[in-house]
């Protein structure tokens, strides 16, 4: 079984600063893409960004040039770096690992519990 814990996430003044880490752990085998994603109070899902094995980085338009995604491959580890935090960012933020486990044929998706950020005003 494969499992994504997320930790970081808190209540915040607009303007500060948070980091999420996410790890996994289970009997993985390989590491594809990481990304965090977010949920905010009667909204959809939404990606916030994304990272490659090699690092490659994606980001969602409202989050760019405040957020900053990183990753671990030894740790099995993603970060997330949030600056310059509005309220708008107010949402659950999930945590989203595509690996490949021991005892199955073919990578898929695992999904973290989800973490609260709170940005106030």
């Known amino acids: 079984q494969v499992q994504l814990v997320e930790s970081g996430g808190g209540l915040v003044q607009a303007g500060g600063s948070l980091r999420l880490s996410c790890v996994a752990s289970?009997?993985?085998?390989?590491?594809?893409?990481m990304g965090w994603y977010r949920q905010a109070p009667g909204k959809q899902r939404e990606l916030v960004a994304t990272?490659?094995?090699?690092?490659?980085?994606n980001y969602a338009d409202p989050v760019k040039g405040r957020f900053i995604i990183s990753r671990d491959n030894a740790k099995i580890t993603v970060y997330l770096q949030m600056s310059s935090l509005k309220p708008e960012d107010t949402a659950v933020y999930y945590c989203?690992?595509?690996?490949?486990?021991?005892?199955?044929?073919?990578?898929?998706?695992?999904w973290g519990q989800g973490t609260q950020v709170t940005v106030s005003s």
């Open positions: 989203n690992a595509h690996l490949g486990h021991l005892r199955l044929t073919s990578m898929r998706d695992y």
């Open positions: 990272i490659t094995t090699d690092g490659s980085t």
């Open positions: 289970g009997l993985i085998v390989s590491i594809g893409t």
